[in-house]
């Protein structure tokens, strides 16, 4: 034939381009057209709270600041930037899988002939009792022709797997962020709490004072000074809570920013902590691209499903191919020459035959596997737009909770103003004043609660989006 050198190259370059095991195809996924939220969100468009970089969400300069420290410092991203490098390097060494190793050898050997030895020889017959060899090659140590996929399939593989350990180090800086703003704001609210317990307590001794007097006086009754002094005692009591509560937390900040315990830095008050106006959550579809939980569960999937093709490529002929090219001389000069050039080319080529069922229990493993890694894909999915849910719901209750606090606080402010002018005035009892105080006390400290959870809402509601790993 007279173009049938053609044909073998053609036909190898066919099948080498065949690859065993199903090729990835996303699953259909349900997703809904809008976030479940108590009231109904503004029509969705692109733009999302989560397109926004951290330092535009939190305006705190110290808070920005402990941001940058834990991305450098913090031993879980150190950690995820670890698994991330041995990810690639594990691509590489897979990867290398698919193109010749080559290796060059070369040795020389010295010998020196006896002439009074055992085999003694005539001098005739051993003109010169050195001899030299010397050989040096270019070795084809091991390469297999991919002939099934098998090699591409688990470079595939790997490949997905560093993607993978790459969105988990977003995810875990999505979650750094988060735990820091977090311990940040619950620390400011802690700080404010102290105020106010301060605040009470000296607003308690002032009365207690004037009880005193009163008391001394004979208006006031032992009963009246009795109940003042609870009043103090009530209100220092809670003051070290609080400080232990802040010292904690303090650590707490120190250990994500990857420090030894100590003091944090404040940068804006609680009161004057800030968030945007509008908390916009965007299109639903947006949330699977987004968040890098769902796509290092999506590149799972995809490592798995290529598994399968490996698995299945061992049914196949494996063809593989090892080779020398160099000289052999007694002479070095000569080494390379017409002559003393040597070659050899060894085609190796093996098939399964019987084996007990172990290549079949291969294929049923990675395609369960497979499965299992479609579930957890489809799982990560409904768990994202769970929390996303579970935010917006927070936002809004606790920006109600948060706005009927502060009717309540102001009405127990005046309350206290009234019934302390009545007391001082003589025209009401010094029960009324105390109760008064009591519950001013604690609606302050509920108020910085819910102002908190209200906080804590926006940052949980960014990190449920996905934003923070920009």
Known sequence: MKYGWIVIPAAALMIAGCVAGPNYRRPTLQVPESFRAPAPLPAPEAASLADLKWWEVFHDDQLQQLVRTALQQNYDVREAVSRVDAARASLGSTRSNQFPQIGASGDIEFTRLSRDGSFRLPASLVP??????????????????????????????????????????????????????????????????LEISKRTLETRQDSLSLVQSRQGGGVATLLDLRQAEQLVDTAAATIPVLQQQIEQTENQISLLIGAN??????????????????????????????????????????????????????????????????????????????????????????????????????????????????????????????????????????????????????????????????????????????????????????????????????????????????
Do not use: C
């Open 128 to 193: 010169s009792q050195n001899r030299n060899w010397g050989e040096a090659a270019l070795d084809l140590l091991s390469f297999e022709v991919d002939l099934w996929g098998r090699l591409r399939r688990a470079t595939e593989a790997a490949r997905a797997n560093l993607l993978s350990a790459e969105e988990n180090r977003k995810a875990v800086v999505t979650i750094l962020i988060s735990d820091v703003a977090t311990a940040y704001f619950n620390l400011r609210a802690l700080d404010y709490q």
């Open 261 to 470: 315990p100590q003091a944090v830095t404040r940068g804006r008050g609680f009161e004057e902590q800030e968030f945007p106006p509008e908390v916009p959550a965007g299109l639903t579809s947006a949330l699977l691209e987004r968040r890098p939980d769902i796509r290092a569960a999506e590149q799972n999937l995809i490592a798995a499903n290529a598994e399968i093709g490996v698995a299945k490529a061992a049914y196949f002929p494996r063809l593989s191919l090892t080779g020398l090219l160099g000289g052999q001389s007694s002479q070095l000069s000569s080494l390379f020459s017409g002559p003393n050039r040597a070659w050899t080319f060894v085609p190796q080529l093996s098939q399964p035959i019987f084996t007990a069922g172990r290549l079949k229990s291969g294929v049923k493993l990675a395609e369960a596997f497979r499965d299992g890694a479609q579930v957890e894909y489809q799982k990560t999915i409904q768990v994202a737009f769970t929390e996303v849910s579970d935010a917006l719901i927070a936002h809004q209750r606790t920006r109600e909770t948060r706005v009927q606090q502060e009717a309540l606080v102001a009405a127990l402010q005046d309350r206290t103003r009234l019934a302390y002018v009545r007391y001082r005035g003589g025209v009401d009892t010094q029960l009324n004043a105390l109760d008064a105080d009591r519950d001013l006390f604690q609606a302050e400290l509920t108020l910085s609660q819910d102002k908190l959870s209200e906080l804590v809402s926006v940052v949980q509601l960014y990190k449920a989006l996905g934003g923070g790993w920009q």
